[in-house]
């Protein structure tokens, strides 16, 4: 009984090790984000101050790790759920979240 125990665990670890080499790797996008509002951001507010950050940051002098931040798209789902997406450089993201921390309503 002992020896068909071990025999199972081994078939099961033998096929786990092969289900893992054939998963593919998970892609990642750097500097690729979702930035999603609190509920009751105003976001006519955040949109037109992280509109002026992406092209404050992009006017920037470019140096050879530029990355230049771009807003891909809106989201305007519910009042539970606005956001955007896109790509934004390290620099930017610390704007966007000043920006946000703006427009938020009292």
């Given at each position: 009984?002992?020896?068909?125990f071990?025999?199972?665990?081994a078939?099961?670890?033998?096929a786990?090790?092969?289900?893992?080499a054939t998963?593919?790797?998970t892609?990642?996008?750097?500097?690729?984000?979702?930035?999603?509002l609190?509920?009751?951001?105003?976001?006519?507010?955040?949109?037109?101050a992280?509109?002026?950050?992406v092209?404050r940051?992009?006017?920037?002098e470019?140096?050879?790790?530029?990355?230049?931040?771009?807003?891909a798209?809106?989201f305007?789902?519910?009042?539970?759920f606005?956001g955007?997406?896109?790509?934004?450089?390290?620099?930017?993201?610390?704007?966007?979240?000043?920006a946000?921390?703006?427009?938020?309503?009292?």
């Amino acid at each position: 009984m002992k020896a068909s125990f071990l025999a199972l665990l081994a078939t099961a670890l033998l096929a786990t090790q092969t289900m893992a080499a054939t998963v593919p790797a998970t892609k990642t996008y750097p500097n690729r984000y979702i930035i999603t509002l609190k509920p009751g951001t105003d976001k006519a507010s955040f949109d037109r101050a992280l509109s002026a950050e992406v092209a404050r940051e992009n006017a920037q002098e470019r140096s050879g790790d530029f990355v230049e931040s771009s807003i891909a798209r809106h989201f305007d789902i519910s009042d539970d759920f606005k956001g955007y997406s896109g790509q934004f450089s390290p620099r930017a993201r610390r704007g966007v979240w000043c920006a946000s921390r703006s427009a938020r309503s009292t």
